[in-house]
Structure formats: C-alpha cells, structure tokens
C-alpha cells in the first residue's frame, strides 16, 4: 500500500467505512504517475477517475460537460449520489488541500482542535501574505521575516508534525506555486484563497473554500459542495496584437457582474482556447473569483503538455493525454445553463473599475469615460504581477514594451512596481535579463509574494483621504484594498496595458492608436507586445524554498505562547439552547457593498489572522452603516453613544445581548477569509440577513454556527432600521427548504416576514452544536 494510504487508514474507524475502505483501496489501482516530485508515493488518479465517472455516466444517461466529468469522478458514492445540478449537495474527495499562510493560521488551529495525528490528503502551506511591500525585494522578504517569526515557526511546526509541506517566505504566491508543481488535469483541489480557480489553466478544478472546509479534508471527511451549474463561454478566433487572456475575464466579468457566476463553474472551451497558453488560461481562472464563480476551467490540451513538460512534469502530460477524451474533455452536445460568446479576433483590450472589477471599459472607451465621471486622469503608480499576471509569458511581454520605449528614450513615468508570481519565475527572469530591463525603465522588483495586491503596501506617495487613480494587473480593486485609501481610484487590466499606460502616465492613452513623443522630439507609436510562452533554456528554480514533512511528526512539539498577540488556540462556540431567538439586536445595517474585506480588513491586519479576538477589532470597520452614511460609526443600543463598530460588539457580548447584522446584495464577495466569519460569532453575533450572499462566505457563516439568512423579499430589508428588534421564530422546526419566520419590531409596530435560507440537515447539525468543528468532536465522541 502506498505510504500516504497507510497513514490515512491508522486513523481508525475511517478503515471500516464501506465507503472510505473503496476510496483507500483506489490507491492500489492508480496510475503509478506520482502526483508531483514532492508527492512521490501518491499517484495520478486517472484510473479512480474513471471508474467513477463510468458509475456516473450510466446513472445520468446524458453527455456530460467537462466540470461534471471532474466533480462528478471526485464523489465520495457515485452510485447513490443524488446529482441535480444547482439543488443538490455533494460529497466530494478532493485531491489535495492548499493553504496561504493568513489563512493556514486559522485551518491549523482549528485541525489542532480536531485532535487527529496527521493529515489524510497531501496538503501545503505557502507563506506569501504576511510580506509587505516598502523597499525591494531582499530587504521587505528580511523585514518580513523578523516581524512574523512567531507565525512563520508555528507554521513550519505545525506543518511538520502533522505532514503538511510547508513553502517558507519568498517562495511565491500560492497559486503560482501551485500551477508550477502541483496542478494537473482533473485534479479537485480546495485552497483558502478565493483565487485558487488558478488551476484551472491546467484543467484542474481547483475551489476557494474557507479554512473550516479545509479541516474537513485534511480530516478525512468528504468535502460537501452544492452542486454548481455549469456557464460555457465559447471562444471563438485568435488572441493577438495588444489583446491579452487578462481581457478575456474582464469582458466576462463585465457581462456577468460581480455576482452572475455565483452558484456555477465557468467551463471555457471552443476554437480560441488554443490560442491562449497555459498560463494565460489560469489568468482567466484566477479572476473568475471576481464574478463570483465556484471556480473555472479550460479543457486539457497541448498547451498545458507543454507547460507540463516545460516545468519536469512530461509524465504526468503523458498520463493525462491518455484520458484527454474520456476524462478531461467536455461531451460533444452536452448543455450548459448559460452559454457566453467571445471572439478573440474582435475583442478590444479592456480597463476595468474603478472600485469594482465588473466596471468595464474597452481601451478606446477609457480617457472619455474617465473624463466624464470624473476619475483623475493622472496616474500616480502603475503594478504589475500578483497571482493573476506573473507567468514569464507576462513579464517577458512587459519587458518587449519597456524595450520599445526606452529606445525611443522613454521610460515609465511613474513608480513601475513588479512582483515576481515565484521564486521560480523571479530566478528565471533574472537570468534572462528581464528584471534588467524593469530596472532600467524605472521598476522596482518586489518581493515573491502578494504585496499590494491584498494590501500589503507601505505606500508613501499619498496621504490617505487624496484622491489618485493607480493602474495594476491584479484581480481585486475594491475601496481602499490596495492601500487602505478609500479614495484611491484602482484599474484592473492587463500588464501589458498597465505597463503602456505607465510610460504616458494618463487613464486617456491608447497604445493601439495613440503616438508618444521620443526623447528626440519625434512621434512614434508603441509596439503590439510580443514574448516567450516559456523559456527557451526552461525554468531557474532558484533558491530551494521548500520543507517537507519528517516521515513522524510525533516528537515534533507545537507551542502557542498564551501571552501571544499573534496567535491564540480557539476555545469552541457555545451551542445552540434550542430556543428561538427573540427580540435580537441589529449591531449594523451595511449599505450598499460589503465585501470580505469590508468585514474583515486584511492589510496591516493580516498579522492577527492567527489570533481571533484581537482580529476582531476590525470587524465591520469598512462597511457604511445605513444610518449615517459613515464606517466604523455605530450608535449602541444600549447605552445610546455612538462607537466603533466592534466596540460596541463587545459590549453587547458583555451585558448578554444577541445580535444580527443586516446587508445588501451579494454580501460576503471577494476573498475567502473565514475570519469575516469568525468575528461575528465571536463577538455575540448570531445571524446574518441579506438579499444575497457570495458562495464561500455564506459556507463560511454556516460552518461558525451562525445563520445565513435572505429576505425572500429583497424590499423587506426597508423594514428594518438601526434601532429595531429581530426576533427568530420556530428556530425548532428548522429544516432545508423551509422558511424562517421573521419579527421586525419598531416601537410598537410588528411587521413579519419570510426569510430564506439554503441549510441541509448536515448544516443545521453545525448551527445546533455551535459550529461544524463541534459537530465533528460530537460525532468523534
């Protein structure tokens, strides 16, 4: 029996279950590929696959899209699964298990929780979050880790002794780390990062989960997700010229909105898609978080073989060449729920923003749509990379444009910010002289990590409040998420147009018509952008990066300092008291939108991720309170003065008071921090009532024991004011698909409601034993 298998069968009583001894014993009958090289006595599992999938096949009796091929051959019992694709619930066995280092904090404290010995999937911590932005590259990744040592050891400890790999600081971004050595086609992956659809751009399904789902994993417990719908987007003609995959999910995103992918997987196939490489196809997937999509994927073809090959995974292209038509391919005439038509040959380079990334602008629409809402024109900082746009591909195509301005005698006119997606990438452009080249436009190469992209920006160009416009090839340009400016104006595009756009230094340049003017005083028009997909002398791996786990982690010790503002063990959640729950407090009434970041801040709040409650004292602190159009300026209920918003949380906790928050459509988008979720129930909440929320964050609420509810008529959210009373009633009869009745109580009127809710009878479990972590120490018991 494989290593891995062996130590997953040890936990005990998961060996007898008919259903987990099927899905040990597929180890014996996998492809004899090994999953990666750090994954050596864990094969491919292609053979598994498709076994399952043939269970499936019979059962449904139709042609399948290529997301149900792969979610479908991951289910836990494909002959008794109930498969209706946006109702049911399924029970999943993903591949392996992804971790950021903000968010690992919280999963590992949680697994610790769980009292089991070791992991039962492969499973990796990458440290890339806690790494500010102030300097340089060598000088911020030293800082960075004097400051987080605390973090970055309790990380390395906890990795090692319950056998997870650990990626240290300066390794890269996670998903880029991903993509390089662990993604592969059909792969079902789970990742604490709403951006892990990266891997889709290797035909993988890889999902933002937050980190309570990622214990479930790790624990051996099927994985459950509501079965998504499926929205195809046929790509017909040929990227070219100026047009890059970035402006592919920036016209999708404009067409769907930041909530239109909620609930589906975005399947991308038709013509075109052989026109884009691998790494411009796990782009389109990262960003695809931004439209609210479960996650992406494009289907396997000979540009992901050779970006297999290309980084010392041939084998593994040859395993998945071999399923490419039974596995990792859609159906001919299957049907999708929605179908999307983009032509590569006519699509427009596009800028979208700013404080959205749905705001769509095609280039030539840019200066005149700037202009007429009164965005400043004058850019101040121009970035380039993060997780969405770091691929050699991008950085060489990049360095072409600089190429061409600086033989004109130009270079960019504004600070030129370059983060490098790995160390792996930062190796390889050093070597091929593309940092030189950034170096002597005017760029300044950051560290291998998220930077600014999540915040962690020292910025000193500005004062907070100035307004500015900032030009990135990020993925996420909410209010204030770059630099904690509420006033800065953030474009998302791709990097080529950020880096155009930095040499003119203005939102109304066009570099598909417009001239600059030489040092020579002449007139010329820049270049298309042109690269290398890969390298022709193949990747430099750089410094090695990279912890395995000992083969025990028995002697292993893991301390957390009880004196720590960094870390702190969880205590569990009360449970339930099995009473309905009256006349409740509204902390907050958000308007308009209300992010994860607008719950929980992350930037130069990412260091207490690891410790719940002093995180707490950022919650809400960025969402607009309805009642005086201001954030972070509640008035207490109780006392009648007005304080921040988890001040007067904590008093509520103090003297025993129950409340709700209440928000606007789409409530909980962007990132997957379940920390957005934690602080609520941490500090007395006990209900979140919505129009809507985004997928991950209502997962999330359900997991901490709270209630995710929605008005079933959105202009019921009117009935309630600051100063109401929420009551919950016949909280005892709950079950899936039944109603929650309402009290509003103003004064002496009573107006009662209907409120929906998506809970099965696994959640409510959660919900009555306080959180899922209790439910799972009641089942263990």
């Not at 990380?155 to 997870?164: R, V």
């Not at 991308?268 to 796990?282: E, Q, R, W």
């Not at 990747?539 to 002697?555: E, I, K, M, R």
């Not at 990132?671 to 934690?678: C, K």
Request: aromatic letters at 6%.
């Amino acid at each position: 029996m494989p290593k891995l298998c062996f130590q997953v069968c040890k936990l005990g009583k998961h060996v007898v279950d008919p259903v987990a001894r099927q899905f040990h014993a597929s180890c014996y009958t996998a492809s004899k590929v090994a999953l990666s090289k750090f994954d050596s006595d864990v094969y491919l599992p292609y053979d598994k696959l498709n076994k399952r999938l043939d269970i499936v096949r019979s059962r449904l009796n139709r042609p399948l899209t290529l997301s149900e091929k792969v979610l479908y051959s991951h289910l836990d019992d494909p002959a008794n699964q109930d498969i209706v694709r946006g109702t049911s619930y399924l029970r999943l066995r993903p591949d392996r298990v992804a971790m950021q280092d903000a968010t690992a904090q919280m999963a590992l404290l949680q697994f610790i929780s769980s009292g089991l010995k070791k992991v039962a999937v492969p499973s990796t911590v990458h440290c890339d979050h806690l790494i500010e932005a102030q300097i340089g590259g060598p000088k911020d990744l030293a800082r960075a880790k004097d400051l987080n040592r605390e973090v970055y050891d309790f990380l390395a400890s906890t990795c090692a002794k319950y056998g997870l790999g650990f990626w240290k600081p300066g390794s890269g971004i996670i998903h880029q780390i991903i993509l390089e050595n662990y993604a592969f086609p059909g792969l079902l992956m789970i990742g604490t990062d709403s951006h892990t659809p990266n891997g889709g751009g290797l035909g993988g399904l890889c999902i933002g989960v937050g980190g309570a789902d990622a214990v479930d994993v790790m624990a051996d417990i099927p994985w459950e997700l509501k079965c998504p719908k499926v929205i195809g987007v046929n790509l017909t003609g040929k990227i070219s010229g100026w047009t890059s995959p970035k402006d592919v999910i920036l016209k999708v995103a404009d067409i769907l909105t930041v909530k239109g992918g909620t609930g589906a997987i975005i399947e991308y196939h038709g013509k075109g898609v052989d026109s884009i490489s691998c790494t411009g196809m796990a782009t389109i997937c990262n960003m695809g978080a931004e439209i609210g999509a479960t996650t992406s994927l494009f289907p396997f073809n000979q540009r992901m073989a050779d970006y297999l090959k290309s980084t010392g995974r041939s084998s593994i292209a040859s395993e998945a060449q071999k399923y490419q038509s039974k596995v990792l391919s859609a159906d001919s005439n299957c049907e999708y729920d929605e179908l999307i038509e983009i032509n590569l040959d006519t699509l427009e380079p596009h800028v979208n923003g700013p404080f959205t990334p749905d705001l769509g602008h095609p280039i030539s629409k840019l200066g005149a749509n700037s202009k007429k809402n009164g965005y400043p024109l004058d850019i101040r900082v121009g970035l380039i990379g993060s997780c969405t746009n770091s691929s050699y591909e991008d950085m060489g195509r990049c360095a072409s444009i600089a190429k061409d301005a600086m033989s004109h005698g130009l270079k960019s006119k504004i600070p030129f910010n370059v983060t490098p997606g790995s160390e792996q990438i930062r190796a390889t452009i050093e070597r091929d002289g593309i940092s030189e080249v950034f170096d002597k436009f005017g760029g300044t190469v950051l560290a291998n990590a998220c930077g600014p992209c999540i915040g962690q920006w020292d910025r000193k160009d500005v004062k907070k409040g100035d307004k500015n416009t900032i030009v990135t090839s990020y993925n996420r340009n909410f209010t204030g998420r770059n630099d904690a400016n509420p006033a800065t104006h953030c474009f998302v595009t791709s990097p080529e147009l950020v880096t155009a756009l930095s040499i003119a230094g203005r939102l109304d340049f066009n570099p598909l018509t417009d001239e600059l003017t030489g040092a020579d005083g002449k007139k010329f028009k820049l270049k298309a952008p042109f690269g290398d997909e890969l390298p022709a002398r193949g990747f430099d791996p750089g410094q090695d990066t990279y912890t395995a786990p000992p083969a025990s982690g028995d002697n292993v010790k893991v301390a957390v300092d009880p004196n720590s503002t960094r870390l702190q063990l969880l205590e569990p959640f009360d449970k339930w008291n099995g009473k309905d729950l009256s006349d409740m407090t509204v902390l907050i009434k958000v308007k308009g939108k209300c992010t994860t970041d607008h719950i929980s801040a992350a930037g130069p709040w990412l260091k207490f991720r690891g410790h719940l409650d002093n995180i707490s004292n950022n919650m809400f602190i960025g969402a607009t309170n309805s009642e005086n159009n201001e954030m972070n300026n509640i008035k207490n209920q109780r006392t009648g003065s007005w304080g921040n918003v988890p001040e007067v949380a904590r008093d509520y906790k103090a003297n025993n008071i129950k409340w709700v928050a209440v928000g606007d459509e789409n409530y909980g988008e962007g990132s997957s921090r379940e920390h957005a979720a934690l602080e609520p129930r941490h500090l007395g909440g006990r209900a979140i009532i919505v129009k809507s929320f985004a997928r991950i964050h209502e997962t999330n609420l359900k997991k901490q024991g709270l209630l995710p509810l929605t008005f079933a008529n959105a202009a019921d959210y009117d009935k309630i004011q600051p100063t109401s009373k929420i009551s919950l009633l016949n909280l005892n009869g709950l079950a899936p698909g039944k109603q929650v009745e309402c009290e509003i109580k103003n004064g002496d009127k009573v107006d009662k409601i209907k409120l929906n809710h998506t809970l099965n009878d696994l959640q409510i479990g959660w919900f009555k034993a306080g959180s899922a972590l209790n439910r799972m120490k009641e089942l263990a018991k």
